[in-house]
């Protein structure tokens, strides 16, 4: 699914279409559409061919015409042609949720005696696809330290095909040197896959970095409102046909009312990340001046181990981090999330509303140790009125005292 990427689309003086105009015009063709804004949301399985030529001359990948409903709609294509281009990619493939699209990736380009490298600081299920699902196929999963930058040449085995990143790292928020560590796994031949989740395409344009493949969770921030799951893997020209294959051969496609709502939260993407952003700094700084808190996780405070590998490759912050508390027991974590109003608990992130979850990193670390206080607190902020989340925050450090 897909098509070329339009990211050099320019205006008509010739300069270069800015992001927020392509969030609103990526993927569109209002004249295929009797002059709707929005495509429809196409249900279908089986799609009628004309005639006996029609239905053998047709090409089950080509994109912008219908073959079977497996293989998408218009919906579908609208959706990975907007997502392509604002990754800076040349093709995207839309999955049924953003592990799906993880899962896809993993196994779309490692074979049986191949060797991945999986920093430590990634999504814990991606790990469990690397232990119970490659492990078993005589495919070797081995974790790296996410700040280990230019160091990764040294981990790097004749066999070791693929270099997996996720930047900043689920619950620990490490920022990754992406162009240091691409340029050793292409100087090895290996190559580099992305969770660019947080960052969102509008947040981090991996392909400029040297990045060969790019996964979204869309459930999250291009769905936006926390009602349907979705994920994508975007890829340059050349690492296209593997991906494509894969995910094609085994059935891989999403539903089509979600493909809509994701490209209905696509299209307001731009508004609300700015929002998700200036909330979570300002929550992050208020934060940073508590006496509880030892250390706030967020990338774009200039304290953040990271911060200027962040501010040389990122383009902005999402409304998604973490806080380490200087004194902590799970007594005190539950009476802190237990009197949150605003802060619902559940897993998953990204959407309007603000959410609050424990974690324990040192659980799940394998290359390295998490040595800060846990249970660690991750916030997601949403788009509530700031002073609401603080004051809200304010309350619940009192029952943390009184817990502790
Ligand atoms: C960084 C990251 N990647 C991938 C996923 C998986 O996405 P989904 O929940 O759509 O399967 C998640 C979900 O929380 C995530 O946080």
């Known amino acids: 699914m897909g098509q070329r990427a339009r990211h050099t689309r320019r205006n008509p003086q010739g300069l270069r279409v800015k992001d927020k105009t392509r969030i609103v015009t990526a993927g569109r063709d209002t004249e295929a559409n009797l002059g709707a804004v929005n495509p429809p949301v196409y249900h279908a399985s089986t799609i009628l061919f004309p005639t006996y030529k029609d239905l053998r001359s047709a090409n089950p990948f080509q994109t912008d015409k219908p073959y079977y409903g497996r293989r998408g709609t218009p919906t579908t294509w609208a959706f990975a042609k907007a997502v392509a281009e604002l990754e800076g990619g040349a093709h995207t493939w839309v999955f049924p949720s953003g592990l799906a699209a993880v899962a896809a990736t993993l196994l779309a380009y490692l074979n049986q005696g191949d060797h991945v ?32 930058g230019a160091g990764i040449a040294d981990l790097i085995k004749p066999n070791t095909r693929l270099v997996y990143l996720e930047s900043p790292g689920s619950l620990t928020f490490e920022v990754q040197d992406i162009p240091a560590i691409a340029d050793m796994a292409h100087k090895a031949g290996a190559l580099v896959a992305i969770d660019n989740t947080w960052a969102s395409p509008l947040f981090l344009k991996p392909f400029g970095l040297g990045v060969d493949i790019s996964i979204q969770a869309a459930t999250k921030y291009i769905v936006g409102h926390s009602d349907a799951m979705l994920g994508t893997v975007t890829t340059t020209e050349e690492a296209w046909l593997p991906l494509r294959n894969c ?10 009312d979600d493909v809509y709502l994701g490209l209905r939260g696509f299209r307001t993407l731009d508004a609300r990340l700015r929002q998700h952003q200036a909330g979570a700094i300002e929550v992050a700084k208020w934060l940073e001046g508590r006496p509880e808190v030892l250390q706030v996780l967020h990338p774009a405070l200039p304290n953040h181990p990271q911060h200027e590998i962040w501010k040389r490759d990122f383009l902005g912050a999402s409304g998604l981090f973490g806080i380490v508390f200087k004194t902590v027991n799970e007594r005190a974590i539950e009476a802190f999330l237990d009197s949150l109003e605003h802060f619902g608990m559940g897993y998953s992130w990204g959407g309007f509303e603000s959410l609050a979850i424990p974690a324990w990193p040192s659980k799940i670390r394998k290359a390295t140790k998490w040595t800060l206080p846990e249970p660690i607190v991750r916030l997601h902020i949403g788009l509530e009125d700031v002073g609401d989340l603080i004051a809200d925050l304010f309350q619940a450090f009192e029952k943390f005292n009184a817990a502790l």
């Open 247 to 256: 995910a094609g051969f085994t059935g891989q496609c999403a539903g089509p």
């Open 117 to 148: 490298l999986i920093t430590d600081s990634t999504y814990e299920p991606t790990r469990i696809i690397a232990e119970r699902v490659l492990k078993p196929k005589g495919i070797e999963a081995e974790y790296y330290d996410p700040i280990i």
